[in-house]
Structure formats: C-alpha cells, structure tokens
C-alpha cells in the first residue's frame, strides 16, 4: 500500500494536458500501459472453464470441512467423506456452470454452448481417465479397493442426471445474467510492444515463488494429511485445517497480487494467465512432497499400490491447481481494477 500511494502520488501529479502529454513521453511503470492491461487475453473458453471449476472446488472444500467441523458425518471413515464429496460435486455443478459462462460472456466470448461442454469436462474427463485406469488395476489384483460395476453405474448416473444438467442450467443464467467487463480504462486497437524482460522476471521464476510460499504456508500440515489418507492415522484436527486452509489462499491472493504488481510494473500487460498459473504452481510443490512422503516416509511398494497413491494425488494436485489458480487470477483482477480505477487518465 505504501508503494502504490507513492505510485499515486506520481501518477496523478497534474491535470494539465500538456503536462501529462511530457508524462505520458517520459513514463515507465504501469501507468504507460493502460490501453492494454485490459485487452482479453486468447483461449477465454479455457480460462473462464478454469476459473468456474475451481470456485465449485472452493466451494467443494469449504463444505466438506464445515461438515466435519459440525459432525455431520463420521470423519474416521473415509467412505462417508467420499459420498460427502460426490454428493457435494453433483450439487455444486451450478456454481462452475454459472461461473464459467458469466465470465465468458464478460470477456466477449460467444461460443457459450462450447464453454459450458468445456467447464462440465474440465475436471470430469481427466478424472474418469484416471480413476478407470486405478480401479481396473485393482479389479485385475482382486483388491477390495475396487469398485463394482453397480456402484460405478450409480455414480455416472449421479453426473448424468445430477452435474451435468446442473451445468447447463448454471451457464444459462451465468449468460443470461452477465453484465459488461466495465474496464476502467479503454484499450486500444494495436497492442503495446512489450520491452524485453530479464531472466528473473520470467514466468518460470515468478512460478517458482508464486508456488513455494504459499506452500510452505501448509507443508507441516500436509504431512498429518498424507499420514492419514495413506497410514494408519486419525485424523481429527479439523479446525487446524480449516484456519490452515483459508492461510493457503490468503497467501496465494497476496503473492498473486504482488507478483502482478511487478509484471505490470515491467510493461508486461499480459498478466490473465500467467496470474493463474502463478496461483496454481503450488499443485506442483505438493506433488513434488507426495514423492518425498513415497520414496522416504512411506512403506508403500508393488504396481496396485503406486498407481493409486499417484494416480489420486495427480488428481488431488489437479484440484489444487483449479482452486488456486482461481484465487490468484481473482485476487489480480480485482487489484488491477483498483489501481486503474484510481488512476487519474489525461
């Protein structure tokens, strides 16, 4: 905040136009692109699929910890957490459906049937890829981690008749219900040419940072996580993991926020997707410690065994991606939107 007053401070000197004409020569900083910060950047519908899947995630989580918290269900078994999940993203579909299509037709996207198909898949289709490939490994070792048939034409009927329609029916309002971007500054027709950037400010390094804090934020925590899902412990701190939680995607909006600030600052007007993946790298700082609990924590070994341990922690870091990506690309737009907003334009 201190940065940004004296950023204001300068920015917003004069009203004089000759003045700010000598300015607008001699300026570097974010100021100078404000014609382009808000030009919509390419693959919306990917973005805004994105971006609906990881507030139903969100939304998702929160749940099934406030469920927890209140003992709805009994938390020592994992499979009344598991219904609690599917029963919670059948009905959460809504939320990514609307999401997704209310922010596509924002950013001027018009191929809305195609962006919903895209948001119901998003998750839906890598997940049923990678489970298929776990439960026929286990149906063929005879494992009683198998699902049978029955159960799994239950649950396609459940997103069926359940998520999918939901979907729909969420993009259909998202639509229909969608206002304008209201950018506070117009952008131009012919982009800015953006100045060449040093190593340390490429998308590489601003990932690395990006990720590992807000990782290091819920490292310890991870552990008594993974000790439960995959040993022989209980876990029952669940008001731990909710504060522990909600510090990950405080960290993850701030970095996000300052990691922009410094893009921007640079001349780089491109900062909708690499502000999401900034916010999503921590997904793979957490399957980077999956190894690490694997290799020298576990005592897990044998095919069955690695195919579901890391076949449902991709699946788990995938979901860390949506989630956090979410947060990031949020937190940045709306930090954009107040600097810009508080801009005086000449």
Request: glycine share 6%.
């Given at each position: ?6 950023d204001?401070?300068?920015?917003n000197?004069?009203?004089d136009?000759?003045i700010?004409?000598?300015?607008d020569?001699?300026?570097v900083?974010?100021?100078i ?7 919509f ?5 990917w973005?805004?699929?994105?971006l609906?899947a990881?507030?139903q ?6 749940g099934i910890i406030?469920?927890?918290l209140?003992g ?12 609690a999940?599917v ?16 922010f596509?037709?924002?950013i001027?996207g018009t ?7 895209l948001?119901?898949?998003?998750f839906s ?16 070792y005879?494992s009683?981690?198998a699902?049978?048939y029955?159960?799994i ?17 969420g ?5 229909n219900w969608?206002?304008g971007?209201?950018?506070p500054c117009?952008?131009?027709?012919i982009?800015?040419?953006?100045p ?11 990932m690395?940072?990006?990720?590992f804090?807000p ?5 310890v925590e ?6 439960t ?9 669940y008001?731990i993991l ?7 995607l ?8 300052a990691?922009t600030?410094?893009?921007l ?6 900062w ?9 790298s ?5 399957f980077?410690y999956a ?5 020298k924590r ?8 690695s195919?579901q ?19 990031a ?8 939107r107040?600097?810009?907003v ?5």
């Open positions: 905040m201190r940065v940004l007053k004296s204001f401070a300068k920015y000197i004069t009203d136009d000759e700010a004409d000598d300015l020569q001699d300026e900083g974010w100021k692109i404000h014609a382009d910060v808000f030009r950047p390419p693959y919306k519908s973005l805004c699929a994105i609906g990881g507030c995630f969100l939304t998702l989580c929160f406030f469920m927890a209140l709805l269900f009994n938390v020592h078994r994992h499979g009344s957490m598991n219904t999940g029963l919670l993203y059948a009905l959460t579909c809504c939320i990514s459906g609307y999401v997704s299509a209310n596509y037709k924002k001027g191929n809305w049937v195609w962006n919903v198909v948001t119901t898949s998003i289709v890598p997940f049923f890829v990678i489970w298929s490939i776990i439960n026929s490994i286990a149906w063929y005879q009683t981690q699902l049978p029955t159960t034409i239950l649950l396609m009927l459940i997103w069926l008749i359940v998520g999918f329609p939901l979907t729909i029916i993009g259909i309002f998202g639509k969608a206002g971007f209201n950018a117009r952008t131009k027709n982009p800015r040419e953006i060449p950037m040093p190593w340390y400010r490429s998308t590489f390094v601003r690395t940072v990006g990720g804090l990782f290091s934020a819920i490292s991870l552990y008594y996580i993974f000790a899902l995959w040993g022989r412990e209980q876990y029952t701190l008001g909710f504060i522990v939680f909600v510090i990950l405080s960290v993850t909006a701030c970095i996000s926020i990691l600030y410094f893009q600052s640079s001349e780089d007007y491109r909708w997707w690499r502000s999401l993946m900034c916010g999503g921590t997904s793979l700082f957490v980077s190894m690490f609990y694997y290799f576990s005592n897990m070994s044998g095919s069955l065994q195919v341990f890391f076949g449902y922690t991709l699946l788990t870091c995938y979901v860390f991606f949506l989630m956090l990506s979410t947060v690309f949020f937190a940045s737009l709306k930090f954009i107040y600097i810009y508080n801009l005086k334009m000449d």
